[in-house]
Each structure stands twice: as structure tokens, then as C-alpha cells.
């Protein structure tokens, strides 16, 4: 007996007409722009993160990686202190980006940045905190100058740098925002590696759950999904995308049985929304919205907080996740994993979805035109 079909979301969601629950269907010539030429990207600038964490083995290991896969790992140089990578390590000092693309293959490029304390494997040094931070400014400076094609940034260790350095920001991302001039940033999840692919957007962030649905506001998820749709088209060279967005509540609320955020606060602004020509599915069950059936109808979900978004690509694609910002002027990128003290020092971190990170901080950049800095072959 052959299984029965997955359950159709739109039919799950609470009472509305077909044009208000459901994007319209497109052919995939219609959803995709033309073809773009790919440019080479210039070296992809990687900041260290927190340097007792795993990010310079999975730096030292992408590296490797790249000599027998030079298509699939870009060309990128590791910033940070030499004396923070492990024994043995092989890696070559640049003094400047433009010469990472000249390092050999299987060999960490090296933008050397002088950290007070030595980095001990699971251990977070408070004293370290300034210069974590100092790496990801200059980083960005690097890329806003045109000397990087891209930003991919290994995790940070939040309280570390609160303690050490006064950190006054939830995470990398508002820290990038305040960077590029206080733009407003939305952060995308994107999985690599299954198809079809899933690409989930939160509206709220770092927020307690207890917090969310007081943070929830027409201004921040209209924001969200303009941000989501802009680049769908920009840098995934989607031309008509179509977005599905989640509910807040079980079951979308349930014609408010549940929960009345459905209706008084999303539904309005995806009516506003559609107006204005996006392709809009919602509010829908979010349990509903990330079987492969239901990702192959939409290029993205609006979630509208953290676990909702994050559950769902690290279930479907742990190693291969990666955490990218949009509304940045550049492109960042970052693995989706922590800092993963509880092995750092031990060779066992894999470095998959760092490499899925610097891949797709590469295809972005070359989306975006990002010049070439002397990367050729990439």
C-alpha cells in the first residue's frame, strides 16, 4: 500500500480565501532570474571567534579540505593570533589579504592579530574578549573595502565577552548591524546540503520565549519579510520568490482558539504586503511548513522566533546549516554551531558546515559582483 500524501498546509491553516493563504504558483522560469557569468570572488576574510573554542581547527581542517576540493572550499585567510592554532598546525603568514590566493592549497592563510593571553581548548579567557571583537571590525573593514569578497565569522562566546570587554550586543549579528551604520538586519538559516533546500528567517531573535509575542510587531515582521524577499532576489537570483510565514500559536491560531496574534497582527501586514506584490502563504501551522513537500512550494519561511526556526534546519541538516545576515552592504556568513567548548582540543569538530559557510559567503559575493582581489581560481 503506497503511503498517504503529506497533509497540504494551506488546508491546515486557519479560514481564509485561496489569494489570502496561498502564494501563487510559478513556473521555475518565472521564479528565477537569468543565469549571472560568476565573476572570481576575492579571498573570503574569516574572523576567529572565540579562540578557545573550536574555530581554529575547523579553519586548519576547511584548509585541508580545499587542496582536494579546490571548487568547493574558496579561498579564504584566517584572522587571529598563530599562537592560538593547534601543534602542528600548517599555516603560511599573509601580511595582506590580496596574497592569500598565492598560499598553497591545504595550507591556512594566516592575517596574524596579536591577542594578550594564550587560548586554552574549552576554557574562554575574559582578557581575549576585546580583541575577538577588534577581529570581526576589522574583518569588516576588509570586506567594505573591496580587499575581501566576503565575511564568514567562527562563533563567539556571548559571556565572554560581556565579562571581559562590556559586549553590548545579543549576538554577531546586531553587532554587524551597528557596524555597517545601524541598518536594519534580519538573520536567515539556510540548510546545503538536502533538497529542496530550506531557507527559515526569524522575526525575533535572541528574545525569551516569554518575551516574544510583546516583541511581535507589524513594523518588525513587514521589515522581516521586506528584507527576506529583497534577498531572495538580490543574492539567491530568485526573481518571483514565494514566502510562506509561520503562526505564532498552534495551528496558526486556530481561528483564534488558540491565540489571536494570527489575526491581528499577521494577517493584516501579509494583506498590506500582497498589495504590494509579494507572493505571500499565511499565517500557517508551522508544523506543517518544513517536510520536503512543503519546501519545495516556497523559496523561504518567515518564523517568528528563534527555536522555530532553528529546530527545523539543524533536524534536516545539522553539519551543513549555515547563519547568514541580510541588509548588510556586505556579505556574512557563519556556521551554524556554537563554539563547542565541551570538545574544543580534542580534533574531532567537523568542519562541514564552516565550509558550507565560506561556499556560500563565495556565491553570495559573486551574486552581489564582488570584484576579484587576485583569487583566480576560485
Not at 592554532?85 to 591556512?108: F, H, N, S, T, Y
Amino acid at each position: 500500500m503506497s503511503a498517504p500524501a503529506p497533509a497540504d498546509p494551506d488546508q491546515t491553516a486557519p479560514d481564509r480565501t485561496a489569494s489570502e493563504r496561498t502564494a501563487p504558483d510559478r513556473t521555475a522560469s518565472e521564479r528565477t532570474a537569468p543565469d549571472r557569468t560568476e565573476p572570481p570572488c576575492a579571498p573570503i576574510a574569516l574572523s576567529c571567534g572565540e579562540p578557545a573554542g573550536i574555530g581554529a581547527e575547523i579553519a586548519l581542517k576547511a584548509a585541508v579540505l580545499r587542496q582536494a576540493a579546490p571548487q568547493a572550499v574558496p579561498a579564504f585567510f584566517w584572522i587571529g593570533d598563530p599562537r592560538h592554532l593547534p601543534d602542528g598546525a600548517d599555516w603560511q603568514a599573509i601580511a595582506a589579504p590580496e596574497e592569500a590566493a598565492g598560499v598553497a592549497p591545504g595550507r591556512l592563510a594566516v592575517l596574524g592579530h596579536d591577542f594578550p593571553a594564550p587560548a586554552c581548548p574549552g576554557r574562554p579567557d575574559p582578557r581575549n574578549a576585546a580583541a575577538v571583537i577588534a577581529v570581526i571590525a576589522r574583518a569588516v573593514d576588509l570586506v567594505r573595502s573591496g580587499r575581501a569578497g566576503a565575511l564568514t565569522t567562527a562563533p563567539i562566546h556571548k559571556k565572554a565577552l560581556i565579562d571581559g570587554a562590556g559586549f553590548g550586543f545579543p549576538g554577531h549579528t546586531e553587532y554587524l548591524a551597528e557596524l555597517a551604520g545601524g541598518v536594519p538586519v534580519a538573520m536567515m538559516l539556510a540548510t546545503s546540503a538536502i533538497e529542496p533546500p530550506l531557507r527559515v528567517v526569524p522575526v525575533t531573535i535572541h528574545v525569551g520565549l516569554a518575551s516574544v509575542a510583546a516583541r511581535l510587531d507589524p513594523g518588525l515582521l513587514a521589515r522581516t519579510i521586506r528584507l527576506t524577499h529583497a534577498a531572495l532576489i538580490g543574492d539567491f537570483a530568485i526573481r518571483a520568490p514565494r514566502i510562506a510565514v509561520a503562526g505564532l500559536n498552534p495551528h496558526a491560531g486556530e481561528g483564534g482558539a488558540m491565540g489571536r496574534e494570527e489575526a491581528a497582527l499577521i494577517t493584516p501586514v501579509l494583506e498590506r504586503l500582497r498589495a504590494e506584490g509579494m507572493a505571500l502563504a499565511g499565517p500557517l501551522p508551522a508544523d506543517t511548513l518544513f517536510h520536503a513537500a512543503a519546501r519545495a512550494r516556497h523559496d523561504a519561511v518567515i518564523a517568528m522566533y528563534h527555536d522555530q526556526a532553528l529546530i527545523p534546519v539543524k533536524t534536516l541538516d545539522f553539519s551543513g546549516g549555515v547563519n547568514l545576515t541580510l541588509g548588510l552592504p556586505f556579505v556574512r556568513t557563519s556556521p551554524d554551531h556554537g563554539t563547542a567548548l565541551d570538545i574544543a582540543g580534542q580534533g574531532r569538530a567537523d568542519p562541514a558546515s564552516l565550509v558550507a559557510a565560506l561556499a556560500m559567503a563565495r556565491d553570495l559575493a559573486r551574486a552581489r559582483g564582488g570584484v576579484d582581489a587576485g583569487a583566480a581560481g576560485q
